[in-house]
């Protein structure tokens, strides 16, 4: 079955510090992993979109790293800010056709 | 460059009803998709849209259809409302299809009573 799980679910840390976010998938014939970012009330902006080729990718103080031999996806945030708080969306896609399949959001809350 | 933009913004419906949600793609962009956002369930796919036809569909009932227009611009339709269809639907544009990158419009909430 494709799916796409995320952890931890939620999470919370102080402004300043770092974290990583991890993205496990089991969907086939890969094509490609993105991670979006929704603020609350709002649509989902794209922060990274890798290929099965690509190891890593950067938008900022945000960096995502992708293993295709063990399915897993990181995406790791920098020195934090308050801005950060959002959901972060793991988003496996297989099929050229373009098919994606959605993690359930991992919930961050960056506290003062 | 406008984003994509999706009206109305919040939707007040009784069950039974049907209810007709509108997308406006990103100026250039033709694939359009159609999700479903609930808290149990993440987001879910319902349908894209490339060039006036469906080219792909999520595992949705019948209820749920959609169309694309000559300018891309789409249209999402619910017939006989459940409480369960409360939920934020989204729309979303890229160039030719979701395999290139995906730009997300605000999004409809719409409430079943």
């Known amino acids: 079955k494709n799916q796409v799980e995320q952890s931890p679910q939620s999470l919370i840390i102080l402004e300043g510090k770092n974290c990583t976010l991890q993205?496990?998938?089991?969907?086939?014939?890969?094509?490609?992993l993105r991670w979006y970012k929704q603020d609350t009330g709002r649509g989902p902006v794209s922060l990274t979109i890798m290929t099965f080729s690509e190891n890593t990718k950067s938008n900022g103080r945000y960096t995502a790293t992708l293993d295709a031999d063990t399915k897993q996806s990181s995406l790791h945030i920098t020195a934090s800010q308050l801005s950060d708080s959002a959901s972060y969306i793991c988003?496996?896609?297989?099929?050229?056709?373009?098919?994606?399949?959605f993690g359930q959001g991992t919930e961050l809350s960056v506290k003062p | 460059k406008a984003g994509v933009t999706q009206t109305p913004r919040y939707l007040i419906k009784t069950r039974g009803q049907q209810v007709t949600l509108s997308c406006s793609p990103i100026?250039?962009?033709?694939?359009v998709s159609w999700y479903q956002q609930t808290p149990g369930q993440g987001l879910q796919f319902l349908f894209e849209?490339?060039?006036?036809?469906?080219?792909n569909k999520g595992n949705f009932p019948g209820r749920f259809s959609g169309r694309q227009f000559s300018n891309s611009r789409s249209e999402m339709n619910v017939s006989t409302l459940e409480l369960g269809d409360s939920a934020l639907y989204l729309c979303?544009?890229?160039?030719?299809?979701?395999?290139?990158?995906?730009?997300f419009g605000p999004g409809t909430r719409l409430t079943v009573l």
């Open positions: 849209y490339f060039s006036e036809t469906q080219r």
């Open positions: 993205c496990n998938y089991t969907v086939s014939p890969f094509s490609n």
């Open positions: 979303a544009s890229s160039l030719e299809s979701p395999y290139n990158e995906q730009f």
């Open positions: 988003v496996a896609g297989y099929n050229q056709g373009g098919k994606l399949i």
């Open positions: 100026s250039g962009h033709r694939s």
